[in-house]
């Protein structure tokens, strides 16, 4: 059997006492364990995952990432989320926090983008349900536009769930 989904990510950051309030605060992570202020586990609000972040102090003097600006690295991880509902809600959120730095239509997702408080950038994305996806949805797939999700809501339903038949069993 080959790998099946990812486990955990972890982030260095300057203060994980700043980043764990942030990831609890913001986006409903649980708090797991601590190793003082050095390191912090978080789990996702519907995970089964012993953790899905991890979190580790480098210290204040850190500088910013380089990755995307002249050096290899990652780019941002992405959480998937089960409505269009849930979605708004993290976009007036972030949004309310300053973290908010997109959001964009790519056709078959709906993706928030935003940066933690050491400007490390994560999507939230809602997944069109594979009985949902029509010719226009696949065509917009080759594109990006501006994310209208008042539109989406209309189109797809509010609390329709999200991801069914694509990264979820149907």
């Given amino acids: 059997m080959g790998i099946f989904r990812l486990n955990h990510a972890v982030l260095y950051v300057r203060d994980v006492a ?9 986006l409903g ?18 995970s089964t995952n ?15 990432s380089p ?14 989320l089960g409505t269009l509902s849930e ?13 908010l730095v997109g959001a964009s239509d790519h056709g078959t997702t709906k993706s928030l983008y935003a940066q933690d408080p050491d400007g490390l950038e994560f999507e939230v994305v809602w997944i069109v349900p594979a009985d949902l996806l029509d010719e226009q949805a696949v065509e917009a797939a080759s594109r990006i536009a501006p994310l209208d999700i008042a539109r989406e ?15 979820i069993p149907a």
Avoid: N
């Avoid at 979605?87 to 973290?99: C, F, K, P, Q």
């Fill in 29 to 46: 992570f649980r708090v797991k364990t601590t190793m003082g202020d050095k390191a912090a586990f978080l789990q996702a609000p519907d």
């Fill in 153 to 167: 809501k209309a189109r797809y339903g509010a609390d329709t769930r999200g991801g069914v038949g694509i990264s």
């Fill in 18 to 26: 700043r980043s764990t309030a942030f990831y609890r605060d913001v």
């Fill in 87 to 99: 979605l708004e809600a993290h976009a007036e959120r972030l949004g309310a926090v300053g973290a």
């Fill in 67 to 80: 990755a995307g600006r002249g050096a290899v690295g990652m780019y941002h991880l992405a959480w998937e």
């Fill in 50 to 64: 012993d953790h899905d972040l991890g979190l580790f102090a480098v210290g204040d003097g850190a500088g910013a």
